[in-house]
């Protein structure tokens, strides 16, 4: 009693002891023990009533009946003192029957927290915590303060630093549980503040949350870490790991450097997976010296780089096209008794096939084939797209038909890239007949699909069957842009039918395409081909009134159409009219129809701009 005078001060006030501990820097109270004189005859009543309802399944009249008469302060007192010895479950029942009955308001904040503390003093933690899960979801985000306060002031007869501990471990793993962050993160200041155990589970709940959410901010989730190990929570490097790899995903390498120094600053050694993210981290930041440097300091430490390392380094030479290096890497990998696994073949020939240097890629392959590793279907389109860049259709049809034997199926990727390279090379044939395939193997065509064949098809001056693909594009559901639509515009324009050109520029607007310059630059072009240039004019100022800016492009062709088919003078009244400012491209094309150089140089001699060239001529 001498300690208890020493390290608390009480206070009684009506009915109540209160103690202030300076262990704890916190108050709480509890209900005195009423002298058996002294007790309410209404609480022997209700313990009977709790026990005939426990005990049998019928009408809870008995209990209904007393509700009137009862205050909160009889419900503290059962819960508190239990002065019948009512068993714990019965209580509970009594207070979920309460909790439940509409017209009954007395259960406040401090009968559930006060219950949270009897439940777990009886060890029926499960209980506790689907109670606390109950009060949190009615007192919703951003009720911490006032449920942790409520808390720590009802601890009450039950109070233990074991019970308190797990008390305030479970509030902090509802609040994670309801994704209520912020209050979980409050709930660990609270617990720091008053100077209890440090809640390990539901930190490590609160941190694998933080880290496992997309959403969240990975400099808010290392102060929070920060901030637990000051307060004596292990650290790991696992979680450090997953700090550096979110920091390196969004770019930033010098947090994610920060981290990094921050696992040996706790005591902690970095392992090879630590290494790795910052490694790969700075490869992607195209700072690959600085990869390299920490790939010495890796081996300066004791640890050996593996295979993932050598993959990332490689990877990323390869991206910046320094293929000489990427092999050497590789060889120096094989030379320490490294595997090489497919990605680090796939890496390297897709970085020889994207510079052009498929042979050295179908080493690489082969290469891999003797030493047992299997490809993908990824590694085989890489190499049928680079095949079908360098032009040799032939060796990828080649490759297919291997893939197929080894048991591959070829995907839209596949058939795409062979149709685009088959359409580059002239040989829409057979572009339609890869098509005919893919339709027979039920893979429908894309838009970079039928895109490519509409190319295929204007270059090859087949503009029927480039129309009708962009038809059956339509069909399938995709939108062409306006690219594709002005490909077909343009074969049809050097085909001379300038009208059918006009209709699909009509429809364009009609599928909700505004046209650009380009598109009217092409009908323009077909038009004076024509010599129609009273309607080229017309489109002049059709696409003015639009709000589409004419380029050079534009007047170097209404300029050469004046030269072939009209009249200088009339393409000069129309510069004056429209404000149009000639380039020197324009001049020359100009001066190159005049027969004689000085007559063509006179007739805008009022140009600036030609005046200069006069001069600078003479």
């Known amino acids: 009693m001498a300690t208890l005078k020493i390290r608390t001060k009480i206070l009684h006030r009506n009915h109540r002891v209160t103690f202030f501990n300076k262990n704890y820097s916190s108050w709480w109270s509890l209900p005195l023990s009423p002298s058996p004189h002294q007790e309410d005859p209404l609480l022997k009543s209700i313990s009977d009533a709790i026990k005939i309802h426990s005990s049998s399944s019928s009408s809870s009249s008995s209990l209904k009946k007393l509700l009137p008469k009862l205050t909160t302060t009889h419900v503290l007192t059962l819960i508190n003192h239990n002065p019948h010895h009512l068993p714990p479950l019965s209580l509970l029942s009594f207070f979920n029957f309460l909790s ?57 007869t039950h109070l233990s630093n074991f019970n308190t501990d797990f008390v305030f ?48 901010v990975p400099m808010v989730t290392l102060g929070f870490y920060l901030e637990v190990l000051d307060y004596g929570y292990s650290p790991s490097v696992y979680v450090f790991n997953v700090l550096m790899h979110r920091f390196c995903k969004e770019g930033k390498i010098k947090d994610a450097h920060t981290v990094f120094n921050e696992i040996t600053n706790r005591g902690l050694r970095a392992t090879v997976v630590s290494f790795n993210t910052l490694i790969n981290g700075y490869c992607k930041a195209k700072n690959l010296e600085e990869g390299f440097r920490l790939k010495s300091v890796m081996e300066e430490s004791g640890l050996r780089p593996d295979v993932y390392t050598y993959s990332a380094l490689i990877n990323w030479l390869c991206k910046e096209s320094r293929l000489d290096d990427a092999n050497r890497l590789f060889e120096e990998m094989c030379e320490r008794g490294l595997v090489p696994n497919d990605i680090t073949f796939t890496t390297l020939i897709d970085g020889q096939s994207k510079n052009g240097r498929v042979d050295v890629a179908l080493e690489i392959y082969r290469e891999m084939l003797i030493k047992g590793l299997k490809p993908d279907l990824i590694m085989y389109n890489t190499l049928v797209n680079g095949l079908c860049k360098v032009g040799d259709m032939k060796e990828a049809r080649k490759l297919v038909d291997e893939m197929c034997t080894k048991g591959f199926k070829p995907d839209k990727i596949t058939y795409t890239t062979l ?131 004419p380029d050079d492009i534009t007047y170097n062709i209404l300029l050469e159409g004046h030269c072939k088919h009209g009249k200088l003078e009339d393409f000069d009244k129309l510069r004056h009219e429209k404000g149009l400012v000639l380039d020197y491209a324009a001049y020359t094309s100009l001066v190159g129809k005049q027969k004689n150089f000085l007559k063509g140089v006179l007739m805008l001699e009022k140009s600036y701009f030609m005046k200069t060239i006069f001069r600078f001529a003479v």
């Open 100 to 156: 439940s009955h509409p017209h009954f308001r007395l259960l406040t904040l401090q009968s559930y927290s006060t219950m949270t503390h009897f439940l777990v003093s009886q060890n029926l933690r499960s209980q506790a915590l689907d109670l606390l899960r109950l009060v949190v979801s009615k007192k919703g985000n951003g009720s911490s303060s006032s449920v942790f306060s409520s808390l720590v002031e009802t601890r009450g």
């Open 169 to 216: 471990e479970a509030l902090m793993i509802v609040y994670v549980d309801f994704w209520f962050v912020n209050d979980a993160i409050q709930c660990f200041r609270l617990v720091r503040k008053h100077n209890f155990r440090i809640p390990v589970n539901g930190c490590r709940c609160l941190i694998d949350r933080m880290m496992k959410t997309k959403t969240s």
């Open 419 to 549: 149709i685009d390279g088959f359409c580059k090379e002239g040989d829409t044939e057979s572009a339609m007949e890869i098509r005919e395939e893919m339709i027979r193997g039920g893979i429908g065509l894309d838009d970079v699909a039928f895109t490519a064949l509409i190319s295929g098809f204007c270059r090859d001056g087949k503009v029927i069957e480039a129309e009708r693909t962009l038809r059956e594009m339509s069909k399938a559901g995709l939108k062409p842009d306006d690219t594709t639509y002005t490909m077909v515009i343009d074969g049809f324009c050097k085909k001379g039918d300038v009208k059918m050109g006009f209709r699909l520029l009509k429809e364009m607007q009609s599928d909700g395409h505004v046209p650009g310059v380009i598109t009217y630059n092409v009908l323009m072009n077909g038009l004076c081909k024509l010599g129609q240039i009273k309607n080229a004019n017309m489109l002049l100022d059709a696409m003015l009134n639009l709000g589409v800016i």
